[in-house]
């Protein structure tokens, strides 16, 4: 056996190893996640998938987004109605005032 066949045989044997791990760890990947899509298949039968919008003028339902600013919160410290965008510039306020008003 010379030297130029021994390398080969050195390089085709950890390119089998190698093969063969990947291989492994790709199969054990689709293992589980096969398995995880059957058990989320089987608990909800009927789920829908999510929306996607590369415009984004859908939410994830579905729904066309709505403004922000038509949205309103109740606060909770102080009981005002707060616009949706505004609402966590108020809520620092609200609380660093210590809930006086
Ligand atoms: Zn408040």
Partial sequence: MSDSDQQQTVESLSSGIYDNLITSIIQNIVAKETAKQRLLNARYPDIKAYVRDDLGNLDINGNPKSQE???YFTC???GREISAN???AHLERCLSRGGRR
Avoid: G, L, P, V
Wanted: some cysteine.
């Fill in 76 to 78: 909770k410290n102080c």
């Fill in 86 to 88: 505004r609402f966590a």
């Fill in 69 to 71: 600013s038509s949205k």
